[in-house]
Structures are given as structure tokens and as C-alpha cells.
């Protein structure tokens, strides 16, 4: 048997790995509407997975077969298309390009050993792919490049390769640069020239795609002037990353480098991550068997991307944190994976994506599954022991079956009830924990509640498991406000949670005005004088109680003295009024909300031998407090959170001044590295509530904020008297 073997499934035949060198697996990066989608299909085809139309035996695509995708038109979540190349095997990551599904995109780069960055030759690259390419260099996962639409009447590959070169090359501009330049066909009516084939720069072969089939041939005289500079530019660049110091010296003295010697250390720098060609891609005409540049890209990822092999040893702990050795991708080794990605299927119940990184990992073998611990996103601790269920490789929205998923490849695994996004699978007598990686803060409310009874009994059950998938997606029941909120990354993310809720799990919910924890407290000092005194025949009601209320520094609470003398109260009603007090500082005495800061002193009062009680005091003392608030001068308070606000430097002006828009005080700014600033804010929490969509549309999607609670402080009078009358009439 080669290096991957075919196994015959009811959905058809599955790609397996013997050993972690015949794996790659490459997660394709870039924004929304870059063509990632389609060049997985182009990738699929080309490697005979698919057949013409791109699609597989039923008919389904390979990519964005989601239903939730179909109607939308766009990727909302990671998905897998494993494709085999020259004996190995390619597991290719697509991922959502719109920045709400930034969690889907976090997911990929973590299962996959390099990254592919997609570019649109018409929209040019974005500010958030630049940040994402910034972190991959940072860590130094291995990138290349792939330039799209070339159809485009206003693309220009030359150019757009040279934007790449001074966006992602900024640091060594001749460790980016491109492998082969286009050939073009006849101009059209627009007088556009199609791009008909590609030059290679190393082998000075053209690889002609004008007939719908790649055909190799040498260059004409006028095609090979054309790739002289640019050949040389990329020998150099190729050279400069070489391990073989006297390389450089025999080029510039005039030697002829082997081409074989060229390509070894161009892959060899690939692999390092030193080093990122620029490629181009276009889909298959209608007909055509192989898409412009695909064998080309495929070639390079399983030549030029590291194996799993590659990786370096993996640092892990056990459960309670203790230190244990690194693991290595070995399939012999103890078991280590990770759930990347978790998805319900109707029929098959929750299925996990796992990238297994040691050991191998095998269908209804009993797994140990660790958790995180991201409770304050609405997901439990867990340390248990489960069982797997049937191991499976996906291709469109089948799920074809696998035997075993050996270190450094991907699977699909049925029935893991308990394990969720993030979480490790290890075996169960050697519990292993990998450390979880950087996922972003949701931080756009979505308040909801269930439309009617039947939403409401079942709504529950839906929310958890869609926590358990999302882990961008905080649960939050809020205490003070009394709200159900799913804190989410953007608009697009609450639209497909509300649609998940109610397209899998039959839930209507309806989102309703999310409310922030007001509170109220009093300006000066006041008295009230609390009486319910009720007469009806039989058993009467009898109490009256005189109050003085204080404010007191912010924090106080609710604080109640007795200062009564004389048993005018008598000692068994004094904490009946207490407890109606307190209980009308919850319910608020302005405009609804509570009551806090305060102190509230019981000075007097009268009782009846037969008609006081406990009721009627309780009655007594939250009319007293009614009272007071009517004489006193109201504080409405509202929560200031803390922002911390990170910005490219051309950005920070803006960010500033709509920050000052908001009622925001700038407390400070510094540098946060290369080009970056961090502003530090005070600003109330009613004015951010869709700050994390403002934010992207300021900084034009490159910057993010966190946001902590720091203190209630006052409301202005003016907004203060507008919310008043608000609650008086109730909306």
C-alpha cells in the first residue's frame, strides 16, 4: 500500500494516511468574497475528487453545504475537504472569510500545519487578513499566497503581486515573491486579455491551460524575455534562504544553478516558514478538467508544506495543570487530539472534528476528554471518560467511514456527548490536557426570549448545545436585569444563531432591547412616613413606620439600622421592616430599578395589639421608602465599563474622537508593538452596546477592544429624565 490508501464507504471512498508524512493539512486564509470557496472546489477537481460540475456523486458540493451557507451565500463556518496528490494526502481547511466567524478561522489555523492566504487580484488585501498573516509570522507557521479572480476586468496579477510583496513582505521583501508570471490569451471586446496559462520562473516551462487541459511546453523567444528579472529576483530571494552558504556566490560569479537544487531549498524554506511564494488560481472553464494553476498549488502544498512530522513537540499537562513530557506527532505515541470544530447532524446526533496530534486514535474505543473550563461562557467543566463513536473523513455533507485517524490527520468522530470545541481527547488511564488556544471575546449582546411555551421548554437543551459548538458564543442569564443574553462577534453571528436555533432545533426566540443594570440611589438625605392602616370588618391591618434615608459612598448597598425607642415598633415587626424596606430597594423606587448606596434608619412608629402583622409592617416600611424617594432628589446610576481599545496608528484619531462621541474619557494610550496603539478608555455601558460593530467600522475591521466593569457613577439629568419617563410609560 503507497502512502494513503482509499477505503470503500456507503458515501463513497475515504482517504487514509499510513504515516504522518503523507498528511498535509493547510487552512486557507482571507477575506470574504476572496474566492476561497471556489478554489477549494478548483483544488477538489483537479485532484479527481469531484467530478466536472464540482460537485460529488450526489450532486452536493464539497464546500458551503450547509444549509445556513446555501441561503446566505457566503462560508459562516470551517469545513474539510481531504483531496489526495502525488500519494499524499491533503486535508484542505476552508474557513469564512467575514470577521464575525473569526472563531471558525481560529479553529483552522490551529488544526492545520500551514496556511494558504487567499487574495482577490480585484479587492486587493484587507486590514484583517494583514493581522492574521502578522500572527501566523509571529509564530512562524509556514504561509504562501494565491492571487484570484484573474478573470476580473480590472485585475492586474503583476500588480497585485507586488502589493503582497510590500503588505506581507514588509519585513524581507524578497522572501515574497512570485513562482510564475501569466500568460494571456487574446484581449476580449472589453479589451481584457484572459489569463491562459502560467510561465514558471525556475523551469522556464509554460503550462498552457488554453484547451481546458494543462499542457507543458517551452516558451517562445518574446515569453522568455519576459521572465528574465523576475527569475533572477526569485533565484536570489530562494538563495538567500538556502543552507548552503557558497550558493549565493556561485550565482553572482555566473554559475548556472541546478533547478533541482533551486526547488529542494525553495521547499526547504516554504517548510521553515521563511519563505512565501506568490501563486495564482482560476476555476476550470465549463468542461475543463483542471482549473488554472491547481496543479501548481497542489504541487507546491505537498512538496513545500511541512508534514505533521515537522511540528515541534507539543507541550502538554495533566488535567490538574502538573507538568508532563512534550508529545511529537508519533503514531505509536501516547494519544493526544483536539476537538477544532463541533457540529449537530440530524441524524447522527453531535459530531466532533479532531486533529490528532500524538498517538491514533480509533472508532468505539473508551477516550478520556478534558475541558477548559470556559464557564463564564456558558460551558461546563468537564474531566471524563467517553466513548467514541464511528470515525469518519467528511466530503460535503457526507460523512465517509475510517477505520483509525493516526497522528497528524483529521476525523471526524460520532457520539462524544460530553467533549466540545477546544477540548482534548487522551487515553484514559494517561490523561493529557493541551493548552487551549486565543479565541476572541463576543462581545455584541443579543437579548432573547422564548416565543412561546413550547420555545420555552425546549429552548434550554438548544442553547446548550450551540454553546457547546460555538465557543465564540457566551451564554449569559443576566441577574440583574433578568435578561437571557447571547453575547455573539457580530451581526452576521447573531443572525445564523438565531436561524440555528430555529432551523435545528425548532426554537423561536424573539430578540428584544438588551438592557443594561441601572441603578438608583438618593442625592440628599429624606424622611418617609410609611401607614397601612386598613379597616374591613374582622381582622384589620395596622402599621405605621417613620424612616430617614442617607446616601452613602458608592458601594454601600443597602444598609438599615433600628433606632426606634420607647417599643413604639414592636422588636418581633422591626425586621418585617426591614424586609419590605429591602425588598422595595430591589424593586427600585424611581424608575424601577434598585435601590443602592443607602442607609435606612428606623426612627418610629405606632402598632395595634390585634391588627399589626407582619405583612402590614412589611407594607408599612416599603411605603415609607416610596415616600422618601418622592421628597428626595434621585440619582439614576449607570455601569462605566474600562475599554482597552487596540488600533493600527492610523486609526487612533478616529477611535478617539467617536469614543469621545460617546460620553468616553481617554485615559491613556502607548504603543502595543509595530504600528499598533492601545487607547484606554472610561466610558458607560449604554453607549457601547453595538460597539464591537462600530469598532470594525472606524477601524475598517482591524481593530478590537476588551471591556471590564469598573464602577456605577451618576447619569446625566437629562438622560437620567428621559429613561424616567420611559419606565413610566412602560416601554
Not at 481560529?106 to 480585484?122: E, N, P, Q
Not at 439600622?561 to 424593586?587: H, L, N, T, W, Y
Request: charged share 25%; with cysteine.
Amino acid at each position: 500500500m503507497g502512502a494513503t490508501s482509499h477505503q470503500a464507504g456507503a458515501a463513497g471512498r475515504a482517504l487514509t494516511a499510513d504515516r504522518p508524512t503523507s498528511v498535509r493539512n493547510v487552512v486557507l486564509v482571507g477575506h470574504s468574497g476572496a474566492g476561497k470557496t471556489t478554489l477549494v472546489e478548483a483544488l477538489a477537481l483537479t485532484a479527481g475528487a469531484v467530478n466536472r460540475a464540482g460537485r460529488v456523486e450526489d450532486g452536493s458540493t464539497v464546500s458551503d453545504h450547509d444549509e445556513i451557507e446555501h441561503r446566505r451565500h457566503r462560508s459562516v463556518q470551517l469545513s474539510l475537504v481531504p483531496v489526495e496528490w502525488g500519494g499524499i494526502k491533503i486535508n484542505v481547511l476552508d474557513t469564512p472569510g467575514y470577521a464575525d466567524f473569526v472563531g471558525e478561522l481560529r479553529a483552522g489555523l490551529r488544526a492545520a500545519d500551514a496556511a494558504l492566504f487567499v487574495v482577490s487580484a480585484a479587492d486587493g488585501i484587507d486590514g484583517a487578513t494583514r493581522m492574521v498573516w502578522d500572527e501566523c509570522e509571529a509564530v512562524g507557521m509556514p504561509r504562501a499566497i494565491v492571487v484570484t479572480h484573474l478573470e476580473a476586468a480590472r485585475s492586474d496579477y503583476a500588480q497585485m503581486a507586488g502589493v503582497c510583496g510590500e503588505i506581507f513582505g514588509a519585513e524581507d521583501p524578497d522572501a515574497v515573491v512570485p513562482l510564475y508570471l501569466p500568460l494571456h490569451g487574446p484581449a476580449g471586446a472589453d479589451g481584457h486579455a484572459p489569463v491562459t496559462g502560467l510561465l514558471g520562473l525556475l523551469s522556464r516551462r509554460v503550462h498552457d491551460y488554453g484547451s481546458g487541459e494543462r499542457v507543458e511546453r517551452d516558451p517562445d523567444p518574446a515569453e522568455l524575455a519576459l521572465i528574465a528579472d523576475a527569475r533572477s529576483r526569485l533565484i536570489e530571494g530562494i538563495i538567500a534562504e538556502s543552507e548552503d552558504e557558497s550558493l549565493m556566490d556561485r550565482y553572482l560569479g555566473g554559475e548556472d544553478i541546478d533547478v533541482k537544487t533551486l526547488v529542494d531549498d525553495l521547499e526547504r524554506a516554504v517548510a521553515r516558514g521563511t519563505f512565501h511564494p506568490v501563486l495564482m488560481a482560476a476555476p476550470a472553464a465549463e468542461g475543463a478538467r483542471q482549473g488554472l494553476g491547481t496543479v501548481e498549488l497542489l504541487e507546491l502544498i505537498t512538496g513545500g508544506f511541512p508534514t505533521p512530522a515537522e511540528r515541534a513537540p507539543l507541550a502538554v499537562t495533566a488535567p490538574d495543570g502538573s507538568a508532563r513530557p512534550a508529545v511529537t506527532c508519533d503514531p505509536d505515541g501516547p494519544l493526544v487530539a483536539e476537538v477544532v470544530k463541533t457540529s449537530s447532524d440530524p441524524y447522527v446526533g453531535r459530531v466532533s472534528l479532531v486533529r490528532v496530534f500524538s498517538g491514533t486514535l480509533l472508532p468505539e474505543a473508551t477516550v478520556h476528554v478534558s475541558g477548559h473550563g470556559l464557564a463564564d461562557r456558558g460551558h461546563e467543566d468537564h474531566d471524563v471518560d467517553e466513548r467514541t463513536g464511528a470515525l469518519s473523513s467528511p466530503f460535503g455533507k457526507h460523512q465517509r467511514p475510517l477505520g483509525r485517524c493516526i497522528a497528524g490527520d483529521l476525523v471526524c468522530v460520532a457520539k462524544l456527548t460530553r467533549a466540545e470545541t477546544g477540548d482534548t481527547l487522551s487515553a484514559k488511564d494517561r490523561p493529557l490536557l493541551m493548552e487551549p488556544w486565543s479565541m476572541p471575546e463576543p462581545l455584541l449582546p443579543l437579548a432573547v426570549e422564548a416565543h412561546g411555551k413550547a420555545d420555552e421548554d425546549k429552548l434550554s437543551q438548544a442553547l446548550a448545545r450551540l454553546v457547546a459548538e460555538d465557543p465564540t458564543l457566551r451564554l449569559e442569564q443576566n441577574p440583574h436585569t433578568h435578561q437571557l443574553v447571547l453575547w455573539c462577534l457580530g451581526e452576521a453571528h447573531q443572525d445564523v444563531v438565531l436561524e440555528r436555533l430555529r432551523t435545528r432545533y425548532g426554537v423561536q426566540v424573539d430578540p428584544v432591547p438588551h438592557k443594561v443594570s441601572l441603578r438608583e440611589t438618593f442625592g440628599a438625605e429624606a424622611t418617609g412616613r410609611g401607614r397601612h392602616v386598613k379597616q374591613s370588618g374582622g381582622h384589620g391591618q395596622f402599621a405605621i413606620c417613620e424612616i430617614r434615608v442617607e446616601p452613602l459612598p458608592a458601594g454601600s448597598g443597602v444598609e438599615f439600622v433600628d433606632k426606634v425607642v420607647g417599643g413604639s415598633v414592636p422588636r418581633q415587626f422591626i425586621p418585617s421592616v426591614e424586609k419590605g424596606v429591602r425588598a422595595q430597594a430591589a424593586r427600585g423606587v424611581a424608575a424601577g430599578y434598585p435601590l443602592v448606596d443607602v442607609r435606612i434608619t428606623l426612627l418610629d412608629g405606632k402598632a395595634h395589639s390585634v391588627d399589626s402583622s407582619d405583612a402590614a409592617f412589611q407594607t408599612a416600611g416599603a411605603l415609607a421608602l416610596r415616600e422618601a424617594a418622592a421628597e428626595a432628589t434621585m440619582h439614576l446610576l449607570e455601569p462605566v465599563a474600562e475599554l482597552d481599545v487596540l488600533v493600527p496608528d492610523e486609526y487612533v484619531g478616529p477611535v478617539m474622537s467617536d469614543l469621545a462621541g460617546r460620553r468616553g474619557r481617554v485615559v491613556g494610550s502607548d504603543q502595543a508593538g509595530p504600528g499598533r496603539t492601545r487607547v484606554r478608555a472610561e466610558i458607560p455601558e449604554i453607549e457601547i452596546g453595538r460597539y464591537a460593530v462600530e469598532l470594525r467600522s472606524v477601524s475598517h475591521g482591524t481593530g478590537g477592544f476588551r471591556r471590564t466593569y469598573a464602577r456605577h457613577e451618576p447619569m446625566p439629568p437629562q438622560l437620567a429624565e428621559k429613561i424616567r419617563e420611559q419606565a413610566e410609560k412602560g416601554t
